[in-house]
C-alpha cells in the first residue's frame, strides 16, 4: 500500500486547508486511517482516525469540532478538512492506516503503512 499526502500550505489563523490522502496498491475498504503531525520540537502525536468507510470516527481534543474527515466517490482519498486554524496546528501532517480489518486508534504502532508528511503552517 502506498500512501500520498497532499494539500499542506501556509494559511493565516482563522483559516482552512484540505489534506488528502489518496491510497494506492490494494483496497482499504477494511483497514483504519489516521492522521497524525508532529510540531517543531515536538513528538508526532495523533490528530483524527477513522475506518476507510466512514464509521468509527475519532479526534483528539486539540481538533474536535475543528477538523473533519471525507472521501471521495472513488473511495481511494480520503480528506481532513481543518477549519478555523491556529499557530498551535502547525505541524508536518502524516497520514497512515492499518492493515485490513484494523481498528481506529490513536496509536501510532496500530499504523501499518504510512505517506510523506505534508507541511502546515499556520501564521498568526
Known amino acids: 500500500v502506498q500512501l500520498q499526502a497532499s494539500g499542506g500550505g501556509l494559511v493565516q489563523a482563522g483559516g482552512s486547508l484540505r489534506l488528502s490522502c489518496a491510497a494506492s496498491g490494494r483496497t482499504l475498504s477494511t483497514a483504519s486511517v489516521g492522521w497524525f503531525r508532529r510540531s517543531p520540537g515536538k513528538d508526532r502525536e495523533f490528530v483524527a482516525a477513522?475506518?476507510?468507510?466512514?464509521?468509527?470516527?475519532l479526534y483528539a481534543d486539540s481538533v474536535k469540532g475543528r477538523f473533519s474527515f471525507s472521501r471521495d466517490d472513488t473511495g481511494n482519498t480520503v480528506y481532513l478538512q481543518m477549519n478555523s486554524l491556529v499557530p498551535e496546528d502547525t505541524a508536518v501532517y502524516y497520514c497512515a492506516a492499518t492493515s485490513a480489518y484494523g481498528n481506529v486508534g490513536s496509536w501510532e504502532g496500530r499504523y501499518s503503512y504510512w505517506g510523506q508528511g505534508t507541511l502546515v503552517t499556520v501564521s498568526s
Open positions: 477513522r475506518r476507510w468507510n466512514g464509521a468509527n470516527t
